[in-house]
């Protein structure tokens, strides 16, 4: 699906990707957590190509789309569902979700826009009553809903998703990543971002551990979760704070 | 003061206050995509009125007012290529700058092509001794089609901002130009799109105000001041009010001729710009949370 | 205290008696009317420099500053005060030697005011008004500044022109000559130039030195400061609001001196002195020297001045600074005396 | 450090370059001018401009002044007293000009009265305050005619017209202002009450809210005394506005072009002007016929644009500078001077001059003529 190869990109002078090298296949849930400011988000947005690469290859379905603009991307089926929502606040949740399908529109398949309007509506129903609301003015829950819906509406294969569980209250949380399972179950590829580690663990197929810049560490979920450093580093005190929580409702 | 005559200074400051509205909602479009204020926006009103005048030289009115708005869309759009774009990583201060140094080029340049002369449109209807009777007032029938054209300039606006999946997009990118990206929205050519359609938008107010007030090279930065007061007035951002701030200044300035002498005009609407922005920079229309989330 | 911070400045002063040197042996002395002139445009652009490169506000109403200074001084020092020198309070005026009596051209004789009353005057009051409207406008960002600030400017112009004492569209000619100090008068008279010429650059070395001190002062920590950020400046513990008035009061007050001088050296000042386009184009020569680099806008500022007051550009005088104006934003951001920017004309002359 | 040494002597260099030119060749006459090519008087430097380079032209062509060419030195003002200043100073030091043509407005004239005054430098202005000419300073001159002339005619007319209750409207610029001021000094000689008296933005486009005042003080007449571009908006205002009574305007509406902008509303304003906008209408027998049709149909036919009565001043200041150097003893600065104040009879396009110590504006009332408009042209009234 995608194949990433010796990715090098930052800021300015601050390189923050420093060689990453990762693939995900067809139909899998891949994970990558890491500590604050390992460069998780630059990888995925580098992948989205809001942030040009400086060194690299990036090969999305055995094309290279390494220089691509960031609707070409799109175009291609691969979307990012971006960390904190990045909804437009001042449209209603309707326009929201139509512009996910803009790039669809210049190929005459508005039909299909219209059916994904439906099948999402399908998988989240408060978003059906809520339509004509200004998405601004929902709840974060809500909002992460219209995030992902948005990024579904273009018919992506891989669709990338950064922190969705991030301010969310754990029930919520919860109903999200099974939304995610869903998705993967639809045949869809998905590339996830999270520091919640143990449970984005628990519904990936693989995963990568982030540091500084470089990828550390590779293995099935089971794996990483049985391993000690991983243990240790990402689980222990989020484990703990997860059960907590988790226990306490 | 007589009804006709209160009568006649609304007319008056509809009149003005429309053109004044025109120059604004230009703003307020390219503000919304780029958080740019452009202050070249006068000199297209200039450039609308001077271009249709040369080509009504040979050609009827019709054809040389759309080929006008046209041609000043286009240098609209070519303004954008050759120095906006560039300009990515500039500060607020940059931008104030490099329009106002945009605005003096195409000022000289139109000096050169036209010279100092004043030129004017023929009406639209009618020449410039009709003169249309309403209610006891007396008005001129271009004063019809300028209240007219903006009106129906406004509502196609909201039309197509509201209910097209371009104008959707343009409205995407001033809410979040990062999601605009992530959706597949090729944001460049939205900005451009937007230099386009101000640009436009105000060559077609040039050609429709030029029987009236004439056009002269020197004009744009007269109205692109009165411009940006509307566009402050009514909420930066936000084009509705906009019409509705011109209105008012329009009729601010109009009935504050017949009590004070008409130089000090201009001092008293920049002294209500002041105090807005001191007192309330969100503008007159919009609550602080709507100019936060700033919407057309 | 540091001398060696003051070297360039002997530096300057050496390459300004050069020139003056230069002219006497060619008997081109009349290079230095308008060397004068560039000169208190310059002492304008040195004190907005500080407040758009230092301390990163943006002014678009300088040349308002500038009339506050010229017509304050023009309208106190040009009214005719014969009938009322009976009065208690100018006769005592008189007596302390702030009264001056003179014959015009066309022999008639007139009492006025001392110009060291009205430049006093003038200076207070661009304080005052700075600080008035600084204390609301500063606190504005962006482009509601930017327009604050040009709008004060706009109120100044059209005032001047809609009012009678300010001669309106034809300003104010006939202003006397500033007698400064016993032999240094500041006036139009060719055979006082080459005083007027080092009265002029002393004003602008003077602001150097005041500017340089400023900037290696607390205050001058705290403008870069402010300018890196004003969040963060304001977790400093800076106060932003209170730097940036003084800033702006500073640029003011030397627009109003500047407005002062140029006024009494050339005898009269008009409308076009306040107008957008004369500020826009201090912000363009602030701009063009770097911003935040009074050398760079010191030496563009008279360049540019020099060039423009001996018509070099014609009819295109505009269309230069607008030209400037883009092509140092496009390119040179940072201002043409910048490293970042040198290195790219080094670059570019390389064919690179 | 290095860097700030580096740029001053790049700087010093540069200067002592510009040092450097040498002087131009001694056969020429030196003719300074300030004018307003471009701002906000362009409309009065730009043909100004261009009149007296074309001039200077054929004067060339038919041999200069006893033989030798004259030089124009052209600065542009536009229309900015600080620029004057340094323009004059250079013009009268460096260029070392026997004279100097300009400015266009007022208020630079008035800012450079004394500097010639003083260095004894002659001017010939082309603005109309009557500041200029009064006090008379030896050195300096203006072509225009008076405005206290322009003010006293119109209100002849309106003694003519039974008029007695009128409405002023004048533009804030010089022009406009010393207008209404003697507007308002004659009518009382004249018996006519001016019921309202209001200035406007010279940039204004839209007077209609100026005029509804006007219209509610039953007014017989308005008079307008502006530049451009209000003399060509009242008119089609008050048609707008269905005001019936007569415009009159000043001489500042002498240009075809502002007749064509204000189209229909134009017919029937009455405006006094030199008789430049009416040259082929004149008899044979009038002075100035040749001069005026010589330089209207040179003026439109090299620039294709029509001859203003603003270009006529600047044509006539050169012709008075040329004609009286020819008659000097001497190319000397107070010789010239001497010339130009004895200078009479002598024809331009504002009239016949006849300069005399305490008159330097040397025209009489009889230059002016009533002018109307008929028919989207410009006619004897």
């Known amino acids: ?14 390189k923050v990707l420093k060689g990453i090298s990762l693939h995900v296949n067809h139909g899998e849930i891949v994970t990558i957590i890491g500590a604050n400011g390992a460069g998780k988000s630059t990888l995925l947005n580098t992948i989205a190509s809001l942030i040009t690469p400086s060194s690299g290859e990036i090969l999305l379905q055995g094309k290279d789309v390494t220089l691509a ?45 219209n059916m994904n309007l439906e099948q999402i509506y399908k998988m989240f129903p408060i978003l059906n009553d809520r339509q004509s609301q200004l998405a601004g003015t929902l709840s974060g829950g809500e909002q992460q809903m219209v995030a992902i819906g948005r990024g579904l509406m273009s018919n992506p294969v891989l669709i990338m998703m950064d922190e969705p569980s991030m301010g969310l209250a754990p029930l919520i949380v919860k109903d999200i990543f099974k939304v995610v399972e869903t998705l993967r179950n639809q045949g869809k590829t998905v590339l996830i971002v999270e520091q919640n580690a143990k449970a984005v663990l628990e519904i990936a197929d693989r995963g990568y551990v982030m540091e500084t810049g470089n990828l550390v560490l590779e293995g099935s979920a089971e794996e990483l979760l049985d391993n000690n450093d991983v243990r240790r580093a990402y689980l222990g005190k989020d484990y703990k704070e997860f059960t907590d929580m988790g226990g306490g409702e | 003061m007589t009804s006709e005559q209160i009568l006649q200074y609304i007319f008056s400051g509809i009149t003005v206050g429309s053109i004044y509205a025109l120059v604004a909602i230009g703003y307020n479009i390219i503000y919304n995509t780029t958080g740019i204020i452009n202050l070249a926006q006068g000199e297209f009103v200039m450039l609308g009125g001077m271009i249709a005048y040369s080509l009504s030289q040979i050609m009827s009115l019709v054809p040389a007012v759309v080929l006008a708005v046209l041609i000043t869309g286009a240098v609209g759009s070519l303004i954008e290529i050759v120095f906006i774009r560039r300009m990515k990583k500039s500060s607020v201060l940059g931008m104030i700058v490099i329009t106002i140094g945009i605005s003096i080029i195409i000022r000289e340049i139109a000096l050169l092509i036209w010279d100092e002369q004043i030129r004017a449109l023929r009406f639209f209807t009618g020449n410039e001794i009709s003169s249309i009777d309403i209610l006891g007032a007396r008005i001129s029938p271009q004063v019809l089609w300028i209240v007219g054209v903006t009106a129906l300039i406004v509502m196609a606006l909201y039309l197509f901002f509201r209910f097209t999946l371009t104008g959707q997009a343009m409205r995407a990118c001033s809410s979040n130009t990062r999601a605009a990206k992530l959706c597949g929205i090729r944001t460049s050519r939205m900005v451009n799109l937007s230099f386009m359609l101000a640009a436009g938008i105000g060559a077609l107010g040039g050609c429709l105000v030029s029987p009236l007030t004439q056009t002269h090279y020197s004009m744009g930065s007269e109205l692109a001041i009165k411009g940006f007061i509307v566009a402050i007035l009514g909420g930066l951002g936000n084009p509705m009010a906009a019409v509705a701030a011109g ?43 709507t100019s936060s989330l700033k919407d057309f | 205290m540091k001398l060696k911070k003051y070297y360039p400045i002997v530096l300057l002063a050496g390459v300004l008696v050069l020139i003056q040197l230069l002219t006497l042996i060619t008997g081109t002395a009349y290079y ?9 445009y310059v002492v304008v652009a040195l004190g907005l420099s500080m407040v758009m490169g230092y301390a990163g506000q943006i002014s678009l109403g300088q040349a308002g500053f500038f009339a506050i200074g010229g017509y304050t001084t023009a309208v106190l020092t040009t009214f005719d005060l014969t009938d009322k020198i009976s009065r208690p309070f100018f006769a005592f005026l008189d007596k302390i030697g702030l009264l001056v009596h003179k014959v015009t051209l066309y022999g008639d004789s007139i009492v006025h005011l001392s110009p060291w009353i009205s430049f006093i005057l003038a200076l207070v009051l661009a304080g005052v008004v700075a600080y008035s409207i600084g204390v609301p406008v500063l606190r504005l960002k962006g482009h509601y500044l930017g327009m604050a600030t040009m709008g004060f400017g706009i109120i100044i112009y059209r005032i001047v022109l809609g009012t009678h004492i300010f001669g309106e569209a034809d300003g104010i000619s006939n202003v006397p000559a500033f007698p400064i100090l016993p032999g240094i008068t500041i006036g139009g008279d060719f055979s006082i130039r080459i005083i007027n010429y080092y009265t002029a650059w002393f004003f602008v070395i003077l602001a150097m030195v005041l500017l340089l001190n400023l900037i290696n002062s607390r205050t001058g920590r705290a403008l870069r400061s402010l300018h890196g950020g004003e969040d963060a400046a304001d977790a400093m513990g800076v106060n932003t609001a209170q730097y940036k008035v003084k800033v702006f009061v500073i640029g003011a007050v030397f627009a109003a001196a500047a407005g002062v001088f140029i006024t009494h050296y050339n005898g009269g000042i008009g409308p076009s002195e306040s107008s957008v386009a004369k ?13 935040a680099n009074l050398w760079g806008v010191l030496i563009m500022g008279l360049f540019l001045n020099f060039l423009s007051l001996r018509g070099l550009f014609g009819v295109y005088d505009d269309a230069v600074f607008g030209i400037i104006l883009v092509i140092i934003m496009m390119f040179f951001p940072d201002g043409l005396f910048q490293p970042a920017s040198l290195n790219r004309i080094k670059r570019i002359l390389r064919g690179k | 450090m290095k860097r700030i040494l580096l740029t001053l002597l790049t700087f010093t260099l540069i200067m002592s370059t510009a040092f450097a030119n040498g002087q131009g060749e001694e056969e020429t006459v030196k003719i300074g001018a300030i004018l307003a090519v471009t701002g906000g008087a362009s409309f009065l430097g730009a043909p100004e401009s261009k009149t007296i380079e074309m001039l200077a032209e054929q004067i060339n062509a038919d041999g200069g002044i006893n033989g030798r060419q004259i030089e124009l030195i052209i600065k542009d003002s536009a229309a900015n007293p600080e620029k004057a200043i340094s323009f004059a100073k250079q013009l009268i030091e460096e260029d070392k000009v026997i004279a100097i043509i300009g400015p266009s407005t007022s208020g630079e004239t008035m800012q450079i009265k004394d500097l010639c005054e003083s260095y004894k430098t002659p001017l010939v202005s082309c603005a109309a305050a009557e500041d200029i000419v009064n006090p008379v300073a030896s050195y300096v001159f203006k072509t225009p005619q008076k405005d206290s002339y322009v003010a006293e005619l119109i209100f002849q007319t309106m003694n003519s017209m039974g008029i007695t ?3 002023v409207v004048a533009a804030n610029s010089g022009f406009g202002n010393a207008g209404k001021g003697q507007l308002e000094k004659y009518a009382p000689q004249y018996g006519i009450e001016i019921a309202l008296a209001e200035t406007y933005d010279r940039a204004a ?25 209000a003399q060509s908006i009242v008119p089609k205002n008050m048609k707008q506005l269905g005001m019936d009574v007569p415009l009159f305007q000043s001489h500042g509406f002498g240009n075809i072009q502002y007749v064509i902008a204000a189209g229909e509303a134009a017919n029937g304003i009455i405006f006094p002007a030199g008789r430049l906008l009416v040259a082929d209408e004149l008899p044979d027998s009038n002075p100035q016929k040749a001069t005026l049709v010589a330089y209207k149909n040179a003026y439109e036919s090299r620039y294709n644009e029509p001859a203003s009565t603003f270009g006529g001043h600047a044509y006539d200041a050169l012709s008075i500078i040329v004609e009286a150097a020819k008659k000097a003893d001497s190319l000397s ?9 004895s200078l009479t009879g002598f024809p331009g396009t504002g009239g016949v001059f006849n300069y005399s110590k305490d008159d330097h504006n040397g025209l009489g009332m009889d230059s002016l003529a009533i002018l109307t408009v008929k028919d989207g042209a410009f006619a004897l009234y």
């Open chain 3, 32 to 40: 230095l009317t308008q060397l004068t002139m560039a000169a208190y």
């Open chain 1, 1 to 14: 699906m995608i194949r990433i190869r010796n990715l090098e990109a930052g800021y300015e002078k601050l």
């Open chain 3, 279 to 291: 500020s826009v184009r201090y912000v363009a020569i602030v701009a063009v020297g770097g911003m």
């Open chain 1, 69 to 113: 603009p960031p609707d070409r991307i799109v175009k291609e089926g691969c979307v990012l569902v971006p960390e904190g929502r990045q909804l437009f606040p001042t449209m209603t949740v309707k326009e929201n979700l139509i512009l996910g399908a803009y790039t669809l529109f210049g190929h005459k398949k508005s039909n299909d826009a």
């Open chain 4, 205 to 229: 486009t839209d007077l209609t809210a100026l005029l509804t005042k006007i219209n509610a003080e039953d007014v017989q007449a308005v008079v307008n005394w502006s530049i451009v571009p």
């Open chain 2, 247 to 289: 209105l008012l200044l329009g009729l601010i300035e109009s009935f504050s001729i017949s009590f004070l002498p008409m130089v000090y005009k201009d001092v008293i609407s920049i002294l209500i710009l002041l105090v807005i922005l001191v007192l309330k920079p969100s503008g007159l229309f919009g609550s602080r949370q």
């Open chain 4, 165 to 167: 209750k009128i409405g």
């Open chain 4, 333 to 341: 600065r107070e010789d010239l001077r001497n010339a130009i104040e």
